[in-house]
């Protein structure tokens, strides 16, 4: 823990140490970068130098998917170091640039399934971004701590794993943060998401009360912050009146993610039981404010949305998120005792058992073409079939969101009348059939 923070202080130092005079500013690198770092700390520095080059060497070696995800990684190390973030981060970035060797140079391994995860031999969790090769994974590597702090006789995982963790934080702003250092979403390569914030500050506030080691509870008290700093930087989303919103996203201040929103609270006020910090209390206050108003807003009636902007409705949710979402909801009712929480869960739980309600159902004749139209109350597989004198003229089935919808079919020189069926089918495999004709 030591060791980490005073790299921490050694990158704040090259970073004072080296700025020059605004007006003669050169274009940062990662190896300018690398020289500032060896210079405080030749022996530290060394392998990192090494794996640079190495990686540089490989790019120009390897083929394909191999080739391309490499790149990426080397590409998100250039454009850390281009906008001087390279020095706070250069453990978990040379940590991440290793990984990938390991995989893609010393093992000569494929390309994996983008989303796959991987320990590399500890229980930190590492998953596969197609592009950006081997990522570290803030949120499924917290959740392994916790998970291990669900199971007796893990003292030992559990301090290896959060201190591994620790040796990954970065300094952000004045605040510990557990960043993802791969483009999404819009953002570069350097942001953070408030849902693994929180779920950081829950694991690491819980291996406290299990290894009585004050540090773990620091550490995670001086994640916090990210919750009172606005966007881009940290996570808060003021919305007035002594609310806030949490963002999923830091670099995505406009897209609001229910389910994440729902799990930071979660996270956050499981960590204000734990260490009784009086800011942290008042950040789960803000948020449920919040979130009495705003979560209602993501029940569409008949499903859940994925998001919302701050002036109306966005996707919907897949099943594994409304699952997700539906599980959140029922954790706030029981921890809140909110019965509008409480309600929500009901309604996304009924939801997966209802009907896709089929409506505004249209068939219009236009010159040589048919024209149907329709809307569906959620996402669902929609087949829509055709018949003049009970033959087949015309059927396609698509996977649609809800709202309208409209097909177009050829009309056959036939002038029998049209017989339309629609069928829909939800995400869950239910079924409901409507007709026209």
């Known amino acids: 823990m030591c060791r980490f923070f005073s790299l921490l202080l050694l990158a704040v130092a090259t970073c004072a140490f080296a700025a020059p005079p605004a007006a003669?500013?050169?274009?940062?690198?990662?190896?300018?970068?690398?020289?500032?770092l060896a210079?405080?700390?030749?022996?530290?520095?060394?392998?990192?130098?090494?794996?640079?080059?190495?990686?540089?060497r490989a790019?120009?070696?390897?083929?394909?998917?191999e080739r391309r995800n490499l790149s990426g990684v080397v590409a998100n190390t250039r454009s850390l170091a281009s906008r001087r973030l390279l020095s706070a981060r250069a453990r978990p970035a040379f940590e991440t640039l290793r990984r990938n060797l390991e995989w893609f140079?010393?093992?000569?391994?494929?390309?994996?399934?983008?989303?796959?995860?991987?320990?590399?031999?500890t229980d930190v969790v590492w998953q596969f971004y197609d592009g950006s090769g081997w990522q570290l994974q803030p949120l499924g590597s917290f959740g392994a701590l916790n998970a291990l702090l669900k199971r007796r006789r893990t003292d030992a995982r559990v301090r290896a794993l959060a201190d591994e963790l620790l040796r990954l934080g970065v300094w952000r702003k004045g605040f510990l943060a557990f960043e993802y250092l791969f483009p999404w979403g819009g953002g570069r390569p350097g942001w953070i998401s408030g849902m693994a914030q929180a779920t950081g500050m829950q694991a690491l506030a819980g291996a406290y009360r299990r290894l009585g080691d004050v540090r773990l509870l620091r550490a995670a008290e001086r994640m916090r912050p990210a919750f009172e700093r606005r966007a881009p930087w940290g996570v808060r989303r003021p919305t007035g009146h002594g609310r806030a919103h949490f963002l999923l996203y830091s670099q995505s201040p406009r897209l609001l993610v229910g389910n994440g929103f729902a799990q930071a609270l979660l996270g956050l006020d499981r960590y204000r039981e734990i260490s009784g910090d009086p800011r942290a209390a008042r950040l789960v206050e803000e948020g449920l404010a919040q979130a009495r108003d705003n979560l209602p807003r993501f029940d569409t009636g008949a499903w859940s949305l994925y998001?919302?902007?701050?002036?109306?409705?966005?996707?919907?949710?897949?099943?594994?998120?409304?699952?997700?979402?539906?599980?959140?909801?029922?954790?706030?009712?029981?921890?809140?005792?909110?019965?509008?929480?409480?309600?929500?869960?009901?309604?996304?739980?009924?939801?997966?058992?209802?009907?896709?309600?089929i409506s505004h159902l249209r068939v219009r004749e236009r010159r040589q073409r048919v024209v149907i139209t329709l809307r569906v109350s959620k996402r669902s597989t929609v087949t829509v079939t055709a018949r003049a004198d009970d033959r087949v003229i015309a059927r396609s089935s698509r996977a649609l969101l809800r709202?309208?919808?409209?097909?177009?079919?050829?009309?056959?020189?036939?002038?029998?009348?049209?017989?339309?069926?629609?069928?829909?089918?939800?995400?869950?495999?239910?079924?409901?059939?409507t007709g026209a004709g």
Request: with cysteine; aromatic share 8%; charged share 30%.
């Open 39 to 56: 210079a405080l700390d030749p022996d530290g520095v060394a392998d990192w130098k090494r794996d640079w080059r190495t990686a540089r």
């Open 307 to 357: 998001s919302r902007t701050p002036s109306g409705p966005g996707m919907e949710s897949d099943l594994h998120y409304h699952q997700v979402f539906a599980g959140f909801l029922e954790q706030l009712c029981e921890r809140f005792g909110e019965q509008r929480f409480c309600r929500m869960h009901e309604h996304f739980l009924a939801y997966e058992v209802e009907p896709v309600k």
């Open 105 to 121: 140079v010393e093992q000569h391994a494929r390309t994996p399934a983008n989303g796959a995860r991987d320990g590399f031999g």
């Open 59 to 65: 790019v120009r070696r390897l083929q394909g998917d």
């Open 24 to 36: 003669a500013k050169p274009r940062e690198t990662v190896d300018r970068t690398l020289a500032r």
């Open 403 to 433: 709202g309208p919808e409209r097909y177009v079919f050829a009309r056959p020189r036939s002038r029998k009348p049209i017989a339309v069926e629609v069928r829909a089918t939800s995400l869950t495999g239910v079924s409901s059939t």
